[in-house]
């Protein structure tokens, strides 16, 4: 482990004494020199420099050095202002994970003007929301937000860092994750503390047909991706309390290499996103026409559902793409999931086969879907479907 | 325009079952396809040589027979492939995956670099985005379509969020990671196929490639895999048939009454 820097080739740009965060670089004579107790290895500098005259080695963590990393973290992901439901989701796992170890939840808050957010985390159990705060990460961008990360993460060493894997979160946890060279587990649904103190993180693999166990023994933080929806964030406490430490990230304009040009929202009017859904109501190609979706929605509508589609209905347009449910659509995990003539293709059901409790509505008895149904129907769902909605209502108005 | 396409072989994951006993994967007569994503990469990098020149190289690093994976892509039109094969890389996590592949494209020129959004056996996402760091290139992850500007140095891509998409500019070299939408892939044909395997195939071992042991495959990998396991079957899920419509309505929604889940 260590900092390599090779002065041949250094042709002193001064770009890296800019870029650094720690104020480890110095100018020295017409290269530069490096304070090594300053330096905390996040590769600002190595990533700057045009000559590639910086390295740095990064591997292992010695067995004795494990115990320097301490407190668990959850990056908590903004958007339009507000967090994420995913980051009450992961705060709460985050509180359980660190009692277990006996330390610190640390909400890290990156954004621009997100300050008021800062106590929603430590109402939901965090001991310290970490804010950075700057108008350069009003949009989220993979640079911005990546130097933000390792600033944090490099000097204050965690033992675990969790990110909910969304969209951004699945792009920037692996970014990190290489410029520190640690190991990442993508996409989980179970995490825990084994009698080592070594976060388990399970995630399912081949579309949902196993689930793996992984571990990362000799690098530190452990990180993971975690799925939305899969743990339940507990009552919010506004008696809890902790402490918010702004930090100032220092970035230089040309460090952030892509430009957002325009957020384009595709969130139909009045459409319920089913990542954020408690429950899910999912037509697939057994819905027949578009005019029949009616049906999927008035169910949806009592119970305060999203509906989704299978790919083939999405690519006929019938529902828009953010509410296709599967491989190349949107993993879920809601507590309540119905397939109403879906098939259960392999492709579908890795992208919902964590769901809680699944209720299967179709007429081929041998279609794959019931193999993994808590609840499975044989029937036409132009006659099931009206008769559940009956109930419900029936139900409802008993209540 | 120089691109490179890495591509990766996978099991037809609809086609592989589970051992109930062992809880393992049967592998064993399961057909290898390329990553289905990767498609769409490989497809895209072919359009925009064909309008702004250059060339396209796919690579892989795997056994010897995902070689049929390269074929596939050569077929599909790319120019030139690498392999990188070795028994030292077995064993890979995403890191070591993401480090050897990037070790090869260091040694290359290129404009692009597009991977598939993510492999479909490991669903990770993640090589791209590592091997763009490992680069030190910026990425734009899930494109489902992309421009070239008229200076020719910037890319316009539209990158898939959570609620629609952003259009997103860089300057080029940049990685892309390529998602449904973002073209449709063609078959080869005869042509092509017949083609594919004159094509240039370049093999490369560990020694060649010039990296230490100890950064590649299992060992180079900060993960482990404790244990695989079956996910847990529902237990005596029901099922209802010749119940009439009315009938299995009331005892579902019994059922999610009493669940709590309405
Ligand atoms: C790389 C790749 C990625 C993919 N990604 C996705 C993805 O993200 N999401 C996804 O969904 N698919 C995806 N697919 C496609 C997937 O393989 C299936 O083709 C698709 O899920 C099938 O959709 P379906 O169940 O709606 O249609 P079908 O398979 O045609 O099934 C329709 C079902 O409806 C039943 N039915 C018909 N009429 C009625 C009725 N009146 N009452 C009750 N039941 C009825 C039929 O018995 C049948 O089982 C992907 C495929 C590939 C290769
Ligand atoms: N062994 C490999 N060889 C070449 N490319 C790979 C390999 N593994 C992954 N990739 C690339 O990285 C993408 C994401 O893979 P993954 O992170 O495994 O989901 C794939 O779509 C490929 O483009």
Redesign the pocket.
């Known amino acids: 482990m260590g900092l390599i820097y090779d002065k041949e080739k250094c042709t002193g740009c001064m770009l890296c004494p800019k870029v650094c965060n720690f104020g480890a670089i110095e100018k020295d004579g017409d290269k530069v020199k490096f304070d090594l107790d300053k330096c905390v290895l996040c590769g600002s500098c190595e990533e700057i420099c045009p000559e590639d005259a910086i390295g740095i080695e990064r591997k292992t963590v010695d067995k004795e050095k494990i115990a320097e990393y301490k407190d668990v973290w959850v990056w908590c992901e903004t958007a339009e202002g507000k967090l994420r439901g995913v980051a009450f989701e992961l705060v709460t796992k985050a509180r359980e994970l660190a009692d277990k170890l006996g330390e610190n939840v640390i909400a890290v808050l990156i954004g621009h003007e997100v300050e008021h957010l800062a106590e929603f985390l430590i109402h939901q159990g965090a001991d310290r929301v970490l804010l950075v705060d700057d108008k350069i990460f009003a949009d989220y961008t993979t640079d911005a937000y990546t130097i933000a990360m390792v600033t944090l993460i490099a000097p204050r060493k965690p033992s675990i860092v969790l990110y909910g894997a969304t969209n951004n979160g699945r792009d920037l946890a692996p970014r990190v994750a290489a410029r520190m060279a640690l190991g990442l587990t993508a996409d989980c649904t179970g995490l825990d503390i084994d009698d080592e103190r070594q976060l388990v993180q399970t995630r399912p693999a081949f579309g949902g047909n196993i689930m793996a166990e992984i571990l990362c023994p000799y690098t530190r933080p452990q990180m993971a991706t975690v799925r939305p929806n899969v743990f339940k964030p507990s009552d919010r406490d506004t008696s809890c309390t902790g402490d918010i430490e702004k930090v100032e990230v220092k970035i230089g304009a040309n460090q952030v290499r892509t430009r957002v040009l325009e957020h384009v929202k595709e969130v139909v009017e009045g459409m319920k996103s089913v990542e954020e859904a408690d429950i899910v109501v999912c037509s ?3 819905i ?1 026409d578009p005019s029949n979706l009616t049906l999927p929605q008035e169910l949806a509508d009592l119970l305060n559902a999203a509906v989704g589609g ?4 999405v690519d006929a347009g019938w529902l828009p793409p953010t509410q ?6 949107r993993t879920i995990s809601p507590s309540l999931y119905f397939a109403l ?3 259960g ?1 392999i ?2 059901c890795s ?1 919902m086969s964590s769901s809680e409790i699944i209720i299967a ?4 008895p041998e ?1 794959p879907i019931f193999e993994i149904a808590d609840f499975g129907i044989v029937g ?3 006659e099931v479907v009206p008769a559940i909605i009956e109930e419900i209502k029936k139900l409802q108005s008993d209540r | 325009m120089k691109i490179i396409v890495p591509v990766k072989q996978v099991p037809e994951v609809a086609e592989v079952k589970v051992n109930e006993e062992t809880g393992t994967l049967i592998r064993d007569g399961v057909p290898s396809i390329l990553n ?1 994503f990767d498609e769409y990469a490989v497809e895209e990098a072919i359009k925009l040589r064909d309008h702004y020149g250059g060339e396209v190289v796919v690579m892989t690093m795997g056994p010897p027979q995902a070689k049929e994976a390269l074929w596939k892509a050569l077929a599909m039109g790319g120019d030139r492939a690498i392999h990188l094969t070795d028994r030292i890389f077995a064993g890979a996590d995403t890191w070591a995956t993401a480090y050897t592949l990037a070790r090869q494209i260091k040694k290359m020129e290129y404009d692009l670099v597009i991977c598939g959004k993510q492999a ?1 056996d490991g669903d990770t996402a993640q090589v791209g985005p590592e091997i763009a760091e490992l680069l030190g290139i910026p990425q734009i992850c899930y494109v489902r379509h992309l421009e070239i500007d008229e200076d020719g140095k910037h890319v316009i891509a539209h990158r898939e969020t959570d609620d629609g998409y952003d259009v997103i500019k860089a300057k080029m070299p940049v990685l892309l990671t390529a998602t449904k939408g973002l073209n449709e892939p063609r078959l080869p044909n005869i042509m092509g196929i017949m083609k594919a395997k004159k094509k240039p195939l370049e093999e490369i071992d560990a020694a060649t490639l010039g990296v230490p042991e100890d950064d590649l495959g299992l060992k180079g990998s900060p993960t482990t895999v404790r244990k695989v396991f079956p996910p847990e079957r529902k237990s005596g899920g029901i099922k209802l048939q010749d119940v009439d419509a009315k009938e299995a309505a009331r005892q579902l929604v019994e059922f999610l009454a009493k669940k709590g889940a309405i």
């Open positions: 697939g190609r057994g027949k299978s790919r083939p209905i296709q449910v599967g491989q190349s659509g003539g879906i098939s293709a492709q579908h992208g509505i179709n007429k081929d279609a036409d769902i132009f | 289905p479909i």
